[in-house]
């Protein structure tokens, strides 16, 4: 049984930093994918860094780049958020993929496997 368990998270002012992980259940290389995604209230769940294992190369979305970095070992993954903006603020989620192949890892319809969500609040 697969199991993705985050920690982390909570409430930050603009310009911080805050760090989630999350604990896989089996070695990250039985994954095809891993990511992590967020939802906002009334916004639509976003993509916001991915890795296909196949190549090892992460993915950022715009709203990312520059200021959140992903990393993983083999049994965790980890989302870095620095710089942090009011607009950051939403459930954060990990994703895994198992089987198959993944071509789109910022996409939530990749992935069969998630986290329990962990809230992130950033204040002005």
């Known amino acids: 049984q697969v199991q993705l368990v985050q920690s982390g998270g909570g409430s930050v002012q603009a310009g911080g930093s805050l760090r989630i992980s999350c604990a896989l259940s089996t070695s990250i290389n039985s994954f095809s994918c891993v990511g992590w995604f967020r939802q906002a209230p009334g916004k639509e769940r976003e993509g916001i860094a991915g890795?296909?294992?196949?190549?090892?190369n992460t993915h950022y979305s715009d709203s990312a780049k520059g200021r959140f970095s992903f990393s993983r070992d083999n049994t965790q993954i980890y989302l870095q958020m620095n710089n942090l903006k009011p607009e950051d603020t939403a459930v954060y989620y990990c994703?895994?993929?198992?089987?198959?192949?993944?071509?789109?890892?910022?996409?939530?319809?990749?992935?069969?496997?998630w986290g329990q969500g962990t809230q992130v609040t950033v204040s002005t």
């Open positions: 994703a895994a993929r198992r089987g198959g192949r993944c071509y789109t890892p910022l996409k939530g319809d990749e992935y069969n496997y």
């Open positions: 890795v296909p294992m196949s190549s090892g």
